[in-house]
């Protein structure tokens, strides 16, 4: 679990300590780790990991790729079924999903770091370079346009393209990558992993990006069923819905998906403001994300005020534990 710096009674945190506060969070395996890990995993015949994965990543398959040092065709398992599955390494809550039902876990007290493992090949085979590890089908003649340019456009874009379809992808912010990019903690997508993920996907070819394009603003519907074979929407959950309660507009009131934006987005994170006493309302990984970013920025005391108990929060125990392990 992560110490960040935090500001003291006598002084607040440096530029220095809030950009070493933003780090990566999950330090990468190296080789050898990795191999010892994969060798955790009893390869198990009726996976339940498998099951507890919402994209259905073959987990044993590729653990035993890298176990047997086939570390190509372990990134090739994972990204068969989820081409984003650089950002869900980084970023799924895999103690409540496929870490929390591996076996491993009764027998040993804790799972095999599957999330940690993917990232492990997936890496490889980005930072190999090279030839695009799929090849698109002889091209169909379809003309297909994408709504947002997130996590579900791409992955939509980049398996139509592969079925040899050209695709159209039309995003209203400014980079692609939606929540990968614009709507998780800093920490959890270091180094500019969102960007260099789309890169890779768009490798592919036959994808296109067009950016400040907003659906029911510069981009209608009509248009876009007139001018293509086929539209897929993904437009995402935009802002986050609001209390409806007195002075929600005063300064310094923020929502808190606006707030993980800015910080983002910001080059340098010692430029986001943030207060001393900073409040956070709402008890999922979203909320907790926002807290544990003002404590990273320097904030002296924040406090999650949520309406039920703890037994209720949505957020995970590890993001809970990060908070509390972080004042
Ligand atoms: S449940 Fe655990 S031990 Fe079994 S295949 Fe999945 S990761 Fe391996």
Avoid at 155 to 173: I, N, P, T, W
Avoid at 196 to 205: K, R, S
């Amino acid at each position: 679990m992560k110490h960040f710096k935090i500001t003291t009674e006598n002084s607040r945190l440096s530029a220095r300590d809030i950009a070493d506060n933003f780090d990566d969070i999950h330090p990468p395996l190296d080789g050898a780790q990795a191999i010892v890990e994969a060798g955790r995993c009893l390869y198990c015949y009726d996976a339940p990991c498998i099951n507890a994965c919402p994209t259905r990543i073959d987990i044993p398959k590729f653990i035993h790729q890298i176990r047997s040092g086939n570390l190509d065709g372990s990134a090739q398992t994972i990204l068969s079924a989820n081409i984003m599955g650089g950002a869900c390494a980084r970023a799924c809550p895999t103690e409540v999903l496929c870490e929390e039902v591996c076996v491993v876990h009764h027998t040993e007290g804790a799972p095999v770091k599957i999330g940690e493992l993917q990232r492990h090949a997936v890496d490889h085979l980005m930072a190999k370079g090279g030839a695009h590890p799929f090849v698109r089908a002889p091209l169909s003649g379809c003309k297909l346009a994408v709504v947002g340019a997130g996590p579900a456009g791409l992955s939509f874009a980049h398996r139509a393209a592969m079925l040899g379809h050209d695709v159209v992808v039309y995003e209203a912010k400014p980079k692609p990558g939606g929540l990968n990019e614009y709507g998780l903690a800093a920490y959890k997508m270091a180094n500019d992993f969102a960007q260099t993920e789309v890169e890779f996907l768009l490798d592919i070819g036959g994808i296109s990006i067009e950016h400040g394009k907003v659906l029911g603003d510069n981009l209608s519907l009509d248009d876009l069923r007139t001018n293509y074979d086929a539209v897929f929407i993904s437009a995402g959950l935009g802002s986050a819905r609001g209390l409806g309660v007195d002075g929600e507009n005063l300064a310094g009131v923020r929502g808190a998906l606006e707030f993980i934006e800015d910080v983002r987005v910001a080059k340098d994170k010692s430029s986001v403001p943030v207060g001393d006493n900073v409040v956070v309302i709402g008890g999922g990984n979203t909320a907790i994300d926002a807290a544990v970013q003002a404590k990273c920025l320097g904030a002296r005391n924040v406090t999650l005020a949520y309406r039920r108990g703890p037994d209720a929060m949505t957020a995970t125990q590890w993001e809970r534990d990060l908070a509390t392990a972080n004042g």
